[in-house]
């Protein structure tokens, strides 16, 4: 049983502290999140609540009667953003139906080939390392936008050849590295995301992908996907006929989600993909369902790092990397059809009725009967906007671009920039308003409700 909340807390927007992640490959911007290894603070409150996480711990109902009903009593996604040192593209789901057998040998492959490197690297410190990494990185990032057939076997066996004991025909190694990965790529699709700035992507658990510079991989399904978009199908229908509150609880109860979840191995990861450009800086907007459980099937760009005191792979056995046994088990679970991307691009839609000259509101994605995992809204905004969170859910608001002012009914609460998103609860008493300083956009994330999932103007 929850006990009262401090009414500024649960009845009034929250600004969060977003948590910056550094990696191998770039780093991450953490915004909303509420998972342990990266929680958003809660900017104010520490004496009361130190995260996001603590406070909806201890108050559930922050996140609104249908989220609880449908996701559970956790906060269900979270965003971040992510900018890589590799070139601005993407692979995402394969463009022509791929044999599981093959791919499994193309992955076993290349894990044989970086055990061969493995062994054979010369690295006596953390500074020798680094520069290795260096020519490594260049080479890499060369290779993928060239598709991994850039014959530069010679230069690069040069500029490698200090770090490597000479019993490993490094040309050798590269020639065979790079067919490999020609061939894994050739069977995927890729997006230039400089092309596809403010589209959204949507990218399914058991779809192959890959920001280039991070591995290859794929997320474990949800379990309670297909129930979940029967009932919001159930729950759009008996909502428009006027059903009671009541009549749609028995529909999410019938479903039997919190026991198909339990069924799951690892908690699901369906997530998409934003390009957008922040604050100069390339960026991938990723809303996502909150796990962090992710199948690396092969990382071309950062696959060995130091360790602290000496080399290690970065996915799988610190020493040999990705078994077989760990590839065939992770792709169990992938789609080896193609996947279509047209299907999956969302360009932002204007909201009819809902604009006007200073405050654009545009959907991306609110189609919880074939995407049951969250909504998204796009504001372009020069002058004033108001709004609720949709009926019985939260809201998450994240600035890309510009600074915006954030008030309620009860006066200022603070200024929200693309280091300080919002957390709206469920629970606000009226309505919030967000006011541009200068030109800006502001991203809207919910879950879908049980009586829809976009912004109550």
Do not use: C
Not at 142 to 154: E, M, P
């Amino acid at each position: 049983m929850t006990s009262a909340a401090p009414p500024a807390l649960l009845s009034r927007p929250l600004l969060l502290d977003a948590v910056r992640a550094p990696k191998a490959w770039g780093w991450e911007l953490w915004l909303n999140s509420t998972r342990p290894e990266a929680p958003a603070g809660l900017p104010g409150h520490a004496g009361a609540f130190g995260t996001l996480a603590d406070l909806v711990a201890r108050h559930p109902e922050a996140l609104g009667e249908w989220s609880r009903a449908l996701f559970g009593d956790a906060v269900p996604i979270f965003t971040k953003f992510i900018h890589t040192s590799f070139p601005s593209r993407v692979h995402l789901g394969f463009r022509r139906p791929v044999d599981g057998g093959e791919l499994l040998s193309w992955l076993e492959r290349e894990q044989t080939l970086l055990r061969a490197l493995f062994g054979a690297l010369r690295l006596p410190d953390a500074r020798a390392f680094a520069e290795y990494e260096r020519h490594y990185a260049t080479w890499a990032s060369q290779q993928a936008l060239a598709a991994w057939r850039r014959d530069d076997d010679d230069d690069t066996a040069s500029a490698l050849g200090a770090f490597v004991d000479p019993a490993l025909d490094l040309r050798s190694w590269l020639r065979s590295v790079r067919g490999n990965r020609a061939a894994i790529v050739d069977a995927l699709n890729e997006i230039d995301l400089t092309r596809e700035t403010g589209h959204l992507f949507l990218s399914n658990a058991g779809i192959v992908h890959a920001i280039f510079g991070l591995s290859h991989q794929t997320h474990p399904r949800d379990q309670a996907r297909s129930a979940l978009e029967k009932a919001f199908a159930l729950l759009a229908e008996r909502d428009a006929a006027g059903a009671s509150d009541a009549e749609l609880a028995r529909i999410i109860d019938g479903a039997g989600l919190a026991a198909l979840r339990e069924r799951a191995v690892a908690p699901a990861k369906n997530e998409a993909w934003l390009p957008d450009v922040i604050e100069g800086v390339e960026v991938l907007v990723e809303p996502q369902q909150t796990s962090d459980t992710t199948y690396s099937l092969a990382d071309f760009y950062t696959p060995i790092v130091w360790g602290g005191e000496h080399v290690r792979f970065r996915k799988g056995s610190a020493s040999t990397g990705l078994s077989r046994d760990d590839l065939a088990s992770y792709l169990a679970g992938v789609e080896l059809g193609a996947t279509s991307i047209d299907s999956i691009r969302r360009s932002p839609k204007v909201v009819a009725g809902a604009s006007r000259n200073d405050a654009v509101l545009s959907r991306l994605v609110d189609e919880p009967a074939s995407w049951p995992f969250f909504t998204a809204y796009h504001l372009e905004l020069t002058g004033r906007f108001s709004a609720a969170p949709p009926p019985g859910v939260f809201q998450q608001l994240i600035v890309t671009r510009g600074r915006v002012d954030l008030l309620d009914d009860h006066g200022p609460i603070g200024e929200l920039s693309p280091r300080v998103p919002a957390f709206i609860p469920a629970t606000l008493r009226g309505r919030y308003t967000l006011v541009a300083r200068e030109p800006s956009t502001v991203m809207l994330f919910a879950v879908p409700g049980a009586r829809g999932g976009a912004p109550r103007l």
